[in-house]
């Protein structure tokens, strides 16, 4: 069984800065793609940001300047640095892994942050 689990969000002000983390846990080979996607209220969920393995990123044009995404593979955690922050930027935020666990490679989700940033 494999888990994500996300910490960090929370309320900031707008211009405000938020780290978000996601820790990968159980049985565990390798993992991939790590990435980030969040929903906001009556939205669809959308792409954020996606690092490989070997540390290759790509961002949405929205993010791109303000937020940056890292890992730390032997922690089999993934982060996303958030600054500059904006209204629009309020959403539940996912992390998403493509880990190969028992033989087998799969795409798990975590539960949720909020971050919710007020004007």
């Known amino acids: 069984q494999v888990q994500l689990v996300e910490s960090g969000g929370g309320l900031v002000q707008a211009g405000g800065s938020l780290r978000l983390s996601c820790a990968a846990s159980g049985s565990i080979s390798s993992i991939n793609g790590l990435g980030w996607y969040r929903q906001a209220p009556g939205k669809q969920r959308e792409f954020v940001a996606v690092?490989?393995?070997?540390?290759?990123?790509n961002y949405a044009d929205s993010v791109k300047g303000r937020f940056t995404i890292a890992r730390d593979n032997a922690k089999n955690t993934v982060y996303l640095q958030m600054n500059s922050l904006k209204p629009e930027d309020t959403a539940v935020y996912y992390c998403?892994?493509?880990?190969?666990?028992?033989?087998?490679?799969?795409?798990?989700w975590g539960q949720g942050t909020q971050v919710t940033v007020s004007s």
């Open positions: 690092i490989s393995r070997h540390g290759f990123t």
């Open positions: 998403n892994g493509e880990v190969y666990s028992n033989y087998r490679q799969g795409t798990y």
